[in-house]
Structures are given as structure tokens and as C-alpha cells.
């Protein structure tokens, strides 16, 4: 296979999945009553329900990473799509934050999901501009 060599905005991207994947694993190891209560999952039972998770996410991942290395036009657009919809949220965790929708964890977990919306959206805004400028993807390096 030939060497492959990212852009600027896939590596942002690959980036973003290598820090969502770490944090995945941070979450199910310090807390995972988090995805418990997520995945319907009874707490303290034994793990085999999160490792399915885990590994199901890990492989997913994977599929993104291979793609954007591998330039898939069909998933440029999933992840234009994913990354300007991650800026629902920033008002979601506020709505979460204040009390007017009720909360999916604790209080720096809802803060986290605010943090990532932000990073997504801008991501996705990057994904624009560099398309109107180059096309799909960006420049190839």
C-alpha cells in the first residue's frame, strides 16, 4: 500500500478520532455508569454488554480512519453532515446544564459534550471551507 500522507483538515479529523476513541475508553474505565445508564445496562453487572460496546465503537473507528485516509467521497459528506450537527450540543448541554432537559450524566460529563459539539462544529466549518476551496477533502499532499 502506498504511503498516505493527510491534509491539514484529515488530520484534524483523524485527530478527533483518536481523542474520541481515548476518551472512550477513559469514560468506560473511570465511569462507566455513564454508558450503563446509556446501553440499559444493570449496574456493577459484569462488563461483557460494555466490551461489546467498546470493541463495536473501536471498529467503527477503525472504518472512519480507513476512510478518510483513503479519501471516500460518500464519507466526506456523513462527516460534513455529523460534525455540523455536533453543534446541537452546545445548546443541548446548556438546556441539560440548567435543568430544562434532564441529564445524561454528571455535571463535567454534560460539559465535555459541550466541549466536543464545539470541537465538531468547527470541524465541520473547516470541512466547508476547505471544499469550496479545494473540493472534497481538501488538497491532496
Not at 446548556?94 to 435543568?99: F, Q, R, T
Amino acid at each position: 500500500m502506498p504511503s498516505v500522507k493527510p491534509n491539514r483538515l484529515q488530520a484534524a479529523i483523524l485527530v478527533f478520532l483518536l481523542l474520541a476513541w481515548i476518551s472512550l475508553l477513559v469514560i468506560v474505565a473511570l465511569a462507566p455508569e455513564i454508558y450503563d445508564r446509556s446501553l440499559l445496562l444493570p449496574s456493577g453487572a459484569t462488563r461483557p454488554g460494555e466490551l461489546l460496546f467498546v470493541t463495536a465503537l473501536s471498529v467503527f473507528i477503525l472504518v472512519l480512519v480507513v476512510g478518510v485516509l483513503r479519501r471516500w467521497r460518500w464519507l466526506f459528506w456523513l462527516l460534513l453532515i455529523a460534525f455540523l450537527a455536533g453543534g446541537l450540543r452546545v445548546p443541548a448541554s446548556i438546556a441539560e446544564a440548567l435543568g430544562w432537559l434532564p441529564a445524561t450524566g454528571p455535571g463535567w460529563y454534560v460539559f465535555f459534550q459541550a466541549l466536543i459539539g464545539l470541537v465538531q462544529f468547527a470541524i465541520g466549518i473547516a470541512m466547508l471551507v476547505e471544499f469550496r476551496r479545494h473540493g472534497v477533502w481538501g488538497p491532496r499532499n
